[in-house]
């Protein structure tokens, strides 16, 4: 029995690549398989070439092969690009009256969706449906899903008729791979086991925003970017089930500004952009800093610079985001490595921000923002919330008010403006206790020891340290951050009879996370080989890990030309440092 399955589908954009490939991503984890896609798109809206991968294991899985199985062509330009990565046995659908092919090929097999749904007087859009159906049947699934079921739960707003319809036409093209292509082409389906695992579906942004509704979020804006808007699009469907307000401001200077807005006058309030916006932003953090007002920033990577690649991946803004910002003052920068990561990260990034009245923020970027990952349980027991803005009996019983007040810890008493008889200020200027604006170093000096040298200490103990996946006292250790924890994790397993070897993953990065619990310096002193691998040209993370420890890895692994690492090509790249 096959243990996995890797099937690609390309086209060009509008054809319905990303409807197939989610479509087939909720068949196959409704019926249990661990499943792992990812997206390559062009900054277009028609034409271009565009693909989406799904693979599906009957085991864990965190990162995309190289290597296909299927490939659906929607045109013969996907053909000609991914034609070379189709592994021995694997075979290539497509619909002859779409793609021009004349081949005796025996990996190349018919499919006529668009007859197919003429025979069944349906619109030609739902040759998508057709398509779905095909790849079920080429790798047995036949016997598993119900299609008008899974219709309904994938697109809820649909009417029973269109629902009735794409599942008549899913059902068609299964039908025709059953009847018409010869079963020993056919893939033989994956054992699953006697017990089918319910499984959590979902993707980096849908994590972020799921962590920002279980968080207390009240107020998001945003400028719509690529890859962040999905964010923003996710909270909109929440809105009116949660009470949060979602706005779409003209800039990502209005965005940041709303938003502090919003949470000075009471509630958790949150913006998300990607490089381009966050430069707009830099402002507005600067003003967050300043004033302490609490605000949680999803920062969605895409190479730049400038417009650079608006639809691709990169690790490239890691020193923005810590450094970002004029002036000196404390933020928490967290990088998760998964979905999962992604929403408990954001609920910790709400907690901390209004706890130490400081920005947070969330690190992503395109691969982690549109991957979907399978989960077969998420413990939601450590999700936090705690209210720490002062509220009307609190302030009641005292005789007077400073927002800025000083403390022992640096964290000054949070009211909200309008809600007591005491009056709240704040000001971008330096400021006293009061938040009136002064002139004076003695205060200055106060002012910063409370904003800065008190806090810092304090947060650097709410980092937790790098996670630790392998062998014990390994002799390889491969460092990274971010999106590359599923790549590395899996690369570790395939090299794990090999080499004695091992991953450390940073998830939250700034202040860098140095604790006495666990001495990873000592750990990577004594590795004989130390790789840090990366998205980007300059090895930043390889940067900032010296810059704060002193450490010097042995070797780098970096790609910075927008697309992610894949799991075969990095082993390849590994093995040939450790020949």
């Known amino acids: 029995m096959a243990s996995e399955y890797t099937i690609r589908i390309g086209g060009a954009a509008g054809q319905g690549i990303k409807f197939i490939g989610s479509l087939l991503a909720k068949c196959f984890s409704d019926a249990g398989f661990y499943t792992f896609t990812h997206q390559d798109y062009m900054s277009r809206i028609k034409g271009g070439h565009n693909f989406y991968q799904i693979r599906i ?22 053909v000609d690009i991914h034609a070379q990565y189709l592994n021995e046995n694997g075979l290539i659908l497509y619909d002859p009256k779409s793609v021009k092919h004349h081949s005796s090929n025996p990996e190349f097999i018919q499919i006529p969706f668009t007859d197919i749904i003429t025979d069944l007087d349906l619109d030609q859009v739902m040759k998508t449906s057709v398509a779905v159906g095909s790849i079920l049947g080429s790798v047995g699934l036949e016997t598993l899903l119900d299609f008008t079921k899974i219709i309904h739960s994938f697109i809820p707003i649909a009417s029973s008729g269109v629902v009735a319809s794409q599942s008549s036409a899913a059902q068609a093209g299964l039908d025709f791979v059953l009847q018409n292509v010869d079963s020993k082409k056919r893939f033989v389906p994956i054992e699953l086991g006697d017990k089918k695992k319910k499984l959590i579906l979902m993707n980096g942004n849908q994590a972020i925003g799921k962590g920002a509704l279980v968080s207390g979020c009240k107020f998001y804006s945003a400028y719509p970017m690529t890859p962040a808007t999905s964010i923003m699009l996710y909270l909109i469907s929440k809105a009116e089930k949660y009470g949060v307000v979602v706005e779409q401001a003209e800039d990502e200077i209005s965005a940041i500004n709303m938003a502090l807005g919003a949470s000075y006058a009471g509630v958790r309030a949150m913006t998300g952009t990607s490089g381009g916006g966050f430069a707009l932003m830099t402002e507005g953090l600067s003003l967050a800093g300043i004033t302490e007002t609490p605000i949680v920033i999803a920062e969605v990577q895409r190479p730049g610079p400038a417009t650079g690649l ?95 007040a000083y403390s022992e810890n640096g964290i000054s008493p949070l009211a909200i403006p309008g809600a007591s008889k005491h009056l709240v200020v704040f000001d971008s200027d330096e400021h006293d206790q009061d938040g009136h604006i002064i002139e004076d170093a003695e205060t200055r000096n106060l002012m910063v020891e409370k904003r800065y040298l008190k806090k810092m200490p304090l947060l650097k103990q709410e980092i937790a340290p790098p996670s630790f996946y392998g062998t014990e006292n390994p002799d390889v250790v491969l460092i990274g951050y971010g999106s590359t924890f599923g790549v590395l994790k899996e690369a570790v397993e395939h090299l794990a009879d090999e080499h004695k070897i091992a991953i450390l993953h940073f998830s939250e990065v700034y202040p860098f996370p140095m604790r006495d619990d666990f001495d990873y310096v000592e750990m990577l002193s004594k590795a004989k080989r130390t790789i840090c691998v990366e998205n980007n040209v300059t090895g930043q993370f390889a940067k900032l890990v010296r810059m704060e420890t002193g450490v010097e890895f042995s070797a780098s692994i970096n790609k910075f030309d927008g697309r992610p690492f894949g799991l075969d090509n990095l082993l390849g790249e590994i093995n040939a440092y450790l020949r």
């Open 310 to 404: 608006p639809t691709r991946t990169e690790q490239s803004d890691l020193f923005f985001v810590i450094f970002g910002g004029h002036g000196e003052f404390p933020r928490v920068v967290f990088t998760p490595g998964t979905p999962e990561q992604a929403l408990f990260l954001t609920n910790k990034a709400f907690h901390l921000a209004e706890k130490y009245q400081i920005p947070v923020i969330i690190q992503s970027d395109q691969y982690l923002a549109d991957t979907q990952w399978t989960f077969e349980d998420i413990n939601v027991d450590s999700l936090q919330y705690e209210d720490f803005r002062l509220r009307d009996s609190e302030l009641s019983n005292i005789d007077s008010y400073q927002r800025y």
């Open 57 to 78: 294991a009957n085991h864990p899985i965190s990162s995309s092969r190289d290597v296909i199985d299927i490939l659906l062509a929607l045109n013969l330009e996907t």
